[in-house]
């Protein structure tokens, strides 16, 4: 079975505080992601990992960075957490290619920021 | 960039019936899923299907690549079913990032 595991499901940080949101996957895949979700406007892209130190932008980055120091590992942080970054945090591993590309997520993190 | 449309936005179901979830495009594809959103907000994977059909016990899907859709079907629904379900493609020649629909929220009453 594949296995996408996020290190917290809830987690409460104080504004200004560093974050640091870490996701875990077992299948040997290069393509790591970090999504947010939030009411009415669904699941948005904020990075994209193809490779080990190998990063892209996705939608909507600001505030945020990330770290692939390993292939398993990605990591997303959150250099000073404000109120507005209060959200579902998803993480997903994939395949690249243009065949049996699909996607697993992690079980998301809950994260508030007061 | 690729847009993916779904529809209806909510639906409401007595247990036991049928339902169709639809889910349109608007460019060529390399991948399409289909998930479930359980209520700790935990994506399930339902479907991964770019092409074709497959069934999968009281659930199945169809995608119809040149006409840009795909339809998910529960039948017998349960209570159990109840949650969001999201479609989510990647272009063909993109950069293997999944994009998302707004999700169909399915209520089914005992």
């Known amino acids: 079975d594949v296995k996408v595991t996020q290190s917290s499901r809830y987690l409460v940080k104080r504004t200004g505080e560093k974050v640091f949101l870490e996701c875990v996957q077992d299948m040997d895949h290069e393509n790591m992601f970090w999504y947010r979700q939030d009411p009415g406007l669904g699941l948005r892209l904020i990075y994209f990992s193809y490779d080990v130190k190998m990063k892209e932008k996705g939608d909507i980055p600001e505030g945020y960075s990330v770290s692939r120091e390993k292939k398993e590992r990605f990591s997303l942080i959150l250099e000073s957490a404000s109120t507005n970054q209060t959200s579902m945090y998803l993480c997903?591993?994939?395949?690249?290619?243009?065949?049996?590309?699909?996607?697993?997520f992690g079980q998301g993190t809950r994260l508030t920021v007061v | 960039g690729i847009q993916v449309e779904q529809s209806p936005p909510d639906l409401i179901l007595q247990e036991g019936a049928n339902s169709t979830l639809r889910c349109n495009f608007s460019?060529?594809?390399?991948?399409l899923q289909w998930f479930h959103q359980n209520p700790w907000g935990q994506l399930i994977n339902l479907f991964y299907i770019p092409s074709g059909t497959k069934q999968n016990g009281r659930l199945s899907a169809t995608t119809v690549a040149t006409e840009r859709y795909s339809l998910l079907y529960i039948s017998s629904s349960q209570t159990t079913d109840s949650g969001v379900y999201f479609c989510a493609v990647e272009r063909r020649g993109g950069s293997e990032k999944l994009v998302f629909g707004k999700g169909t929220k399915l209520t089914v009453n005992p």
């Open positions: 997903a591993s994939s395949l690249p290619g243009q065949t049996n590309t699909e996607a697993f």
């Open positions: 460019d060529s594809v390399n991948n």
